[in-house]
């Protein structure tokens, strides 16, 4: 069985979508959810197959929700009302997309590129590089709190971390949780607002008080929330031009 989230903000697209799909026998739809935050949540509980993902959401859209996911990603096909063009860029991935209204042989045709894949399955670099190839690079992040999930605009993020096996975003105030890895971050983000400071490490350039060199050609910083955290001697020059600039 194909286990299926159906997101979209508005219910009766919900409601067409889950009468198309119970013409299929092997898609079972075990949830759904109206904004991005919730979408995220049901998710993480039903850790699905196949997410049908709207794109204009309020809280967080379906880019974003799609950007959280961690390994293994479930198959993501969007449903779009976007134009040409950025249907065009989304073609190129391996992503399928649904243009509004939906309909029943478009669908079919979606789940067979699912069914033909194997589910789930992983295209997390393709979705990236579309995202930023549109100008559609983060400008928040989905972040959990326990079972909750919080949308966290990018100015109030000092770092990313990867600690114990768990990627973190750190704000002044508190340490969330992240599904993707650092390495993923670090493609998606802005480079110049963004920098790897180490193999564990990202911080947000706006957020740095203080760097101070050391001898061996290393360094440290004092970040706006009082952490300090080492920078590796590869990346210390790095740091400093992108500071200067």
């Known amino acids: 069985m194909i286990r299926t989230l159906v997101i979209d903000d508005e219910q009766p697209a919900r409601e067409r979508l889950k009468q198309l799909l119970a013409a299929h026998d092997d898609v079972e739809v075990v949830g759904e959810a109206e904004d991005g935050l919730d979408a995220a949540e049901k998710i993480a509980q039903h850790t699905p197959d196949l997410v049908l993902l709207d794109i204009q959401m309020p809280g967080a859209s379906g880019l974003d929700v799609a950007?959280?996911?961690?390994?293994?990603?479930?198959?993501?096909?969007?449903?779009t009302a976007f134009d040409q063009y950025a249907v065009d860029a989304f073609e190129l991935?391996?992503?399928?997309?649904?243009?509004?209204?939906?309909n029943r042989a478009r669908l079919a045709?979606?789940?067979?590129?699912?069914?033909?894949?194997g589910a789930p399955h992983g295209r997390d670099r393709e979705l990236e590089e579309i995202a930023r190839a549109k100008g559609l690079g983060p400008t928040r992040f989905l972040a959990r709190r326990g079972a909750r999930f919080r949308v966290v605009p990018v100015q109030?993020?000092?770092?990313?971390?990867?600690?114990?096996?768990?990627?973190?975003?750190?704000?002044?105030?508190?340490?969330?949780?992240?599904q993707p890895t650092l390495a993923s971050l670090a493609r998606r983000l802005d480079p110049a607002a963004?920098?790897?400071?180490?193999?564990v490490a990202i911080i947000r350039l706006?957020?740095?008080?203080?760097?101070?060199p050391f001898a061996d050609g290393t360094g440290e910083?004092?970040?706006g929330?009082?952490?300090?955290?080492a920078v590796a001697r590869r990346r210390w020059r790095v740091l400093l031009d992108k500071l200067e600039a």
Do not use: W
Request: glycine residues 4%.
């Open 67 to 79: 950007a959280s996911l961690g390994r293994p990603r479930p198959a993501v096909i969007f449903c």
């Open 93 to 102: 991935s391996a992503t399928d997309y649904l243009l509004k209204p939906v």
């Open 109 to 117: 045709a979606s789940l067979d590129r699912v069914r033909a894949a």
């Open 156 to 178: 109030e993020v000092v770092a990313f971390t990867f600690v114990d096996g768990v990627t973190h975003l750190l704000t002044a105030t508190e340490q969330l949780s992240m």
């Open 194 to 199: 963004f920098v790897q400071v180490s193999r």
């Open 206 to 212: 706006d957020a740095v008080r203080e760097a101070k």
């Open 221 to 223: 910083i004092v970040l």
């Open 225 to 229: 929330n009082g952490m300090t955290m």
